[in-house]
């Protein structure tokens, strides 16, 4: 279930008999029809990660219809993407209908199918999730937007939405006649149009869901049973606080908010620099190896709380977001875990629900993003930490096997002269002669067989890989001394831990 979506099957099935019904001869079992549920989506800024008439003009260029563009009309558009819907854009859409009078039907469902292909590239990251998991659900999708509709119906068919309500041009003979077919499909428009619809096609609004980015909508979100805030403008999201409905951002994963079309992750890299932290050196080798677009599974060593600023530092130099599946004690750590929830970050709590984790893991790879882990789950202690052979959990492998996302193998060293796992706070003294830490990134992880039988081979592959990139002294046995032994423990939990018998393999 999308988190914060709240969506569940429909409650009984599509067609119930009554247990009351007469059963003898003289009586035919009858069947009560139940209203089916519906999931009622909005285009621009909802669906798609800004406004669609833009490519939708592209595509009517394309079939000849039209040349130039309006005054100020990519400066309104600009606008539309930053804060929703203004006066003017709408009332351009609603004086279309007698600026195309004349145009073919045939020619602007041509464009309309050229559209979808153009329109598909703005499609939010994690749109295609919610609309899979209402599928799913047994609930019936439906496009309600002003967007003309011989533009936007060859979209909704290449997203398996089942219908569509949109703004409906009048023809005659084959060309557009200046009139509207059914009204303006906005606002008031919008509700009128979704609710004929509705009662046409057994739909029950009390228990569907409708998704908005704008306060013009508010009249059809009050509709629904369950209305959803998607990206909303200023209006709609203080409507939505008020009434408690569930604020979403369908480019980019739950609990990650965004402003004016930014995340903190757009915001941080600029921000996240190795002059920030003076009590460390940086050797970075191998960003580029990082894909530049589509999903990718970073995966790397594990040896101190540090470890999350190397790879911050790494990403950042990338440019593009990568979501943290990390152990829940990363997450309690101090400024990391604040961190690790403003980027998107999955918490993984093995005593909980770590299945759940893994699902909303492969979410991120579904929607084309990069997800980052560290196989071995926690920082090895006592002996284990110094151990050249790295072992580590089956999680990559299970979602490499699920998504067929590259595995990018990762090596840190020296993490721990930064941040030792028996300090709670970094070293922030060492100013006058930080320890070096170093980041080497390789090519893909080659040999995966991508099946589930194969997830413990594939994870001594994926390690063996990171060991590779280490430096000589990462790849052979040495004996720590008892100073280094204890620095690989907690605070105040090596006394306990050996008291007990724990062996340091055993608890890593």
Request: aromatic share 6%; proline share 8%.
């Amino acid at each position: 279930m999308e988190e914060g979506t709240g969506i569940s099957p429909p409650a009984g099935p599509f067609f119930a008999s009554s247990p009351e019904l007469p059963t003898g001869p003289e009586s035919l079992p009858i069947l009560a029809r139940v209203p089916r549920r519906a999931a009622i989506f909005d285009l621009d800024r909802t669906l798609l990660k800004g406004a669609s008439g833009p490519l939708l003009n592209e595509a009517l260029k394309r079939v000849g219809l039209r040349r130039g563009s309006l005054p100020g009309e990519s400066l309104m558009y600009r606008a539309y993407d930053a804060f929703g819907e203004n006066p003017f854009g709408m009332a351009l859409a609603r004086g279309a209908a007698l600026a195309v009078r004349g145009w073919p039907v045939e020619r602007v469902r041509e464009a309309g199918e050229q559209a979808a292909e153009l329109l598909m590239s703005r499609l939010a990251a994690y749109a295609p999730g919610v609309l899979g998991e209402h599928r799913e659900a047994g609930d019936l999708l439906l496009l309600a937007t002003t967007t003309p509709y011989d533009l936007v119906a060859p979209l909704a068919r290449r997203l398996g939405i089942d219908e569509v309500v949109a703004t409906r041009y009048a023809s005659r003979d084959g060309r557009y006649t200046g009139r509207l077919e059914g009204g303006f499909v906005w606002g008031l428009g919008k509700l009128t149009a979704v609710r004929r619809f509705a009662a046409s096609h057994e739909i029950d609004l009390a228990s569907s869901f409708a998704y908005s980015d704008s306060v013009n909508d508010l009249l059809l979100l009050h509709s629904v049973g369950h209305p959803r805030a998607v990206n909303p403008d200023l209006a709609l999201h203080s409507v939505a606080l008020v009434h408690r409905w569930p604020v979403l951002h369908l480019d980019v994963p739950p609990g990650v908010l965004t402003l004016a079309g930014l995340e903190a992750f757009d915001i941080g890299r600029h921000l996240v620099r190795p002059e920030l932290f003076p009590y460390a050196r940086f050797d970075l080798e191998g960003v580029e190896r990082l894909p530049d677009e589509g999903p990718f599974i970073l995966v790397a060593n594990h040896r101190s709380y540090f470890d999350v600023v190397a790879l911050a530092l790494l990403i950042a130099g990338k440019g593009r977001p990568v979501r943290f599946l990390a152990k829940k004690e990363l997450f309690e750590a101090p400024l990391i875990g604040q961190v690790l929830r403003a980027l998107g970050g999955i918490e993984v709590d093995r005593a909980g629900q770590a299945a759940a984790s893994l699902e909303r893991a492969a979410r991120v790879l579904r929607a084309g993003e990069g997800l980052a882990l560290l196989p071995q789950g926690t920082i090895p202690r006592g002996r284990a930490f110094f151990d050249p052979v790295l072992r580590g959990k089956t999680g990559a492998a299970r979602l490499a096997a699920r998504s067929k996302a590259p595995v990018i193998p990762v090596a840190l060293w020296n993490t721990e002269a930064v941040w030792p796992r028996s300090h709670r706070l970094p070293r922030m003294t060492q100013l006058f002669n930080p320890p070096l830490v170093t980041v080497r990134v390789g090519g893909p992880v080659g040999g995966l067989g991508l099946g589930p039988s194969d997830a413990e081979e594939d994870t001594e592959r994926i390690m063996e890989a990171i060991s590779s990139l280490l430096p000589p002294e990462g790849r052979r046995w040495r004996r720590p001394s008892e100073q280094e032994l204890v620095a690989t423990y907690p605070p105040g939990r090596v006394g306990e831990e050996r008291a007990v018998g724990v062996s340091a393999e055993n608890r890593s």
